[in-house]
């Protein structure tokens, strides 16, 4: 039992086992700081490699260290680089024993070209001269533009030249040639200034039919807003520009009675459906409403605001001068989207509002709204609302417009084709039937008042007739007359059996003798008292007018 490992007794002859399990355990600890240095990176070995860069015609011999990249091989070669040289094999490559680097020098300049710019040639039809006449009305002038080239040349010979900038030094002015058109229409007396847009260019008429003036020759006038001033010397108007896509149209204003008139902007943006000069003589004040544009049909989103600006006047120039807002941007009523429309009162105090669901006033001084005539909105099933004209009497008591009829059968009220001429009294909200059915667009006009032969002060109203007045929407209309009472119904233009008017607002002579129409794209003037009508233009691009006393 003496040889036996007894538990709990140490044994005396294990010490040399002891010394030889160290020595293992040194030799294991060796080999395995060994095997660990074995997984470090292989480090760069002392020594050189010899390189070649061939640069500038030229040809470097180098030695550097081994594991070099390329360009550490370059800079130790003693060879620049530029920003734009190109490197082959890649900067970014360790070279070997004989590697040959090649360098391509890439340099940049820029040049500026000085070029001319041809002016364009515009032509504008006028019926005041005979059929083949030409007359220059502004001599053309060339612009001038810079071209600014970015130049990359390789190896002292030019790869590539990309226009970077461009800058117009000078614009070109157009030539405008005035063409004379045939015409069989003798010339007639126009008192005042008779104003018109034809082909989206401003002309007006005065002293008699032969005498117009281009007022615009850009051709961006869109007929929105023409509006002379109640002394007919100054006309605002809007015009579109097609480079702004985000914009509508702008409001200007231009000297209508000046020899070289010089439209000046109004920094107005996107008026649509409303902007008119004060009645005021002694101030020139524009009233105006906005609307902010839109993707989605009818193209807008109506503000139904309603603000002033104030035009100061330096000989025949003028700028647009202080502004106040007197509605603030507001939801509209129903359809308000679509907007309203407004009207200035003779005493300059008060306008007239028009909205889908009604008519009102407001007032200037301490701004506020006084609905007058409330009514059930057409529902038109389109992208686009119905709103009644709205005109005033000379005497400020009275509002001539269109309210929204009862249904005839068994539509709903929203969908009633029913629309009548009524006088709406201010003071009372009463308003008084003028002419059933007249349709949507009756759009009545007030005269200028008129003395009678028993010394009475009167006015008539003009206003349009739908010729089918159940489908006023559609339908074509004819121009009447009619005293302020309902009485006296005079029907004018055009001719029975004739095709009947497009919907428009006409406009009356300063004297109330006459009434200014647009007739299948061209413009005629009426005499009221005979009903005889007078064509004024041929070209068939009339699309809006306005008249004014001089």
Known sequence: MGGLYQPGHRRQFCGPNRRRRAATFTLLTLATALVLGACVGPQAA??????????????????????????????????????????????????????????????ESFEVEQVTLPFPQQTLRNEALPEGETRLLQAGENGSQEITYRIVTEEGAEVSRTPVKSQIVVEPKPEILMIGALTAYSPVPIEGVLAYVSSGNLWTIAGDSGSRTPLTVAGDADGRILELSPDGAWLTFTRQDPEEAEEINSLWAVSALGRNPEAFALGVSNVVHFADWSPNPLALTIAYSTVEPRPAAPGWQANNDLNVVTIRIDGERGRAGPRRTILASNSGGQYGWWGSSFAWAPDAQRLAYARPDGVGVVTIDEPAVTPMLEMTPYQTLGDWAWVPGVSWGWDDRTLFTVRHGDPVGLETEAASPVFDLVALQPTSGVALPLNSRSGMFAEPVVSPPRLLPNGEVDHQVAFLQALTPLESESSRYRLGVIDRDGSNVLWLFPAEGEPGLQPHRVAWSPDGERLAVIYQGDLWVVDVASAQAHRLTSDGQVTAMDWSAP
């Open 46 to 107: 002392a020594g050189a490699v010899s390189i070649v860069v061939a640069a500038d015609g030229d040809q470097v011999h180098a030695s550097v260290p081994s594991g070099s990249t390329v360009v550490q091989a370059i800079d130790a070669a003693g060879v620049t680089l530029g920003e734009l040289d190109r490197l082959q094999p890649p900067g970014y490559t360790l070279v070997t024993e004989g590697t040959r680097i090649d360098v391509t020098r890439l340099e």
